[in-house]
T-cell receptor, first 113, second 116 residues
Framework: AQSVSQHNHHVILSEAASLELGCNYSYGGTVNLFWYVQYPGQHLQLLLKYFSGDPLVKGIKGFEAEFIKSKFSFNLRKPSVQWSDTAEYFCAVKEGGYQKVTFGIGTKLQVIP | KAGVTQTPRYLIKTRGQQVTLSCSPISGHRSVSWYQQTPGQGLQFLFEYFSETQRNKGNFPGRFSGRQFSNSRSEMNVSTLELGDSALYLC???????????????FGEGSRLTVL
């Protein structure tokens, strides 16, 4: 069965620090990859996605992620975090022609002013 | 355009009871997925419906069931509730089946179920 692993469950950073959240998945075929974000008190929303083409994808609010097929990874990055980035971040994978999207356990990011 | 609407937002039940949760997807979205979110497990996939047919199912017991109506609205039901069923139940709708937007989910705010 497909699985998604997020390496850090809780990350605390100071404002302006750089961020990298790790994500690895187990499926070996064609995948669509996603990062979703859940801000406090809000619903889950899409941050960015990879479907095909350039493995470096850019999303909203200055976030980007790099798909490395050989490592089955899709790490999320941001050069300089802000207090408003405090949220929970979920990596997700959709395999092949199936509509099932599998989520990682999530990483809680706390940014200290 | 209205987002995904879930009702009720909060509910409290006791063990052994059953519960029905409702989800209205974004207009035009025909795929509806359900997830259970808990602090220790993240989002666990329950099932996905498209055009009134269940296409995918997660690893949950048969007490968890769902259905989709012709207008794409969906319901999920949990029978014989257990304490461990306390969670946030999320509904997500999706438009595309293939291509770059495939799998992109639009979530509702969830129904928070507490089982006492």
């Amino acid at each position: 069965a497909q699985s998604v692993s997020q390496h850090n469950h809780h990350v605390i950073l100071s404002e302006a620090a750089s961020l990298e959240l790790g994500c690895n998945y187990s499926y070996g075929g064609t995948v669509n990859l996603f990062w979703y974000v859940q801000y406090p008190g809000q619903h889950l929303q899409l941050l960015l996605k990879y479907f095909s083409g350039d493995p470096l994808v850019k999303g909203i609010k200055g976030f980007e992620a790099e798909f490395i097929k050989s490592k089955f990874s899709f790490n999320l990055r941001k050069p300089s975090v802000q207090w408003s980035d405090t949220a929970e971040y979920f990596c997700a994978v959709k395999e092949g022609g199936y509509q099932k999207v599998t989520f990682g356990i999530g990483t809680k990011l706390q940014v200290i002013p | 355009k209205a987002g995904v609407t879930q009702t009720p937002r909060y509910l409290i039940k006791t063990r052994g009871q059953q519960v029905t949760l409702s989800c209205s997807p974004i207009s035009g979205h025909r795929s509806v997925s359900w997830y259970q979110q808990t602090p220790g497990q993240g989002l666990q996939f329950l099932f996905e419906y498209f055009s009134e047919t269940q296409r995918n199912k997660g690893n949950f017991p048969g007490r968890f069931s769902g259905r989709q109506f012709s207008n794409s609205r969906s319901e999920m039901n949990v029978s014989t509730l257990e304490l461990g069923d306390s969670a946030l139940y999320l509904c997500a709708s999706s438009l595309a089946l293939t291509g770059g937007a495939a799998g992109e989910l639009f979530f509702g705010e969830g129904s928070r179920l507490t089982v006492l």
